[in-house]
């Protein structure tokens, strides 16, 4: 079982920075999937990113392009999500989640991860 918080979120303006990070407990955290996700008001959630085990396959969501970038730190427990040239748009609840899928992949679906991260807001000002 993989425990998981989110944390970095906050408020910044348009064009600007954040780094998310979320920290796992639990010792299947290394062979694991891991995944972004965002939640906007009235909207459903919506993956952003993945990344297998050992960061060597990423999956990105179109609308990132290339503005958000996932990493992992293993020996810390840690995914990172970097966010930069922030949007109005890009206002929801992120979430982190861990996948019990092939650590070899990246999984894109919501329904392939099983553990998930309570989450932290990113409100982007206009």
Do not use: H
């Amino acid at each position: 079982q993989v425990q998981l918080v989110e944390s970095g979120g906050g408020l910044v303006q348009t064009g600007g920075s954040l780094r998310l990070s979320c920290s796992a407990s639990g010792r299947t955290f290394n062979t694991s999937p891991m995944g972004w996700f965002r939640q906007a008001p009235g909207k459903e959630r919506e993956f952003i990113t993945s990344i297998n085990w050992n960061g060597g396959r990423t999956s990105y969501a179109d609308f990132v392009k290339e503005r958000f970038t996932i990493s992992r730190d293993n020996a810390k427990n840690t995914v990172y999500l970097q966010m930069s040239s922030l949007k109005p748009e890009d206002t929801a609840v992120y979430y982190c989640a861990a996948s019990s899928r092939s650590f070899i992949s990246a999984p894109v679906g919501i329904n392939e991860y099983t553990y998930w991260g309570q989450g932290t807001q990113v409100t982007v000002s206009s």
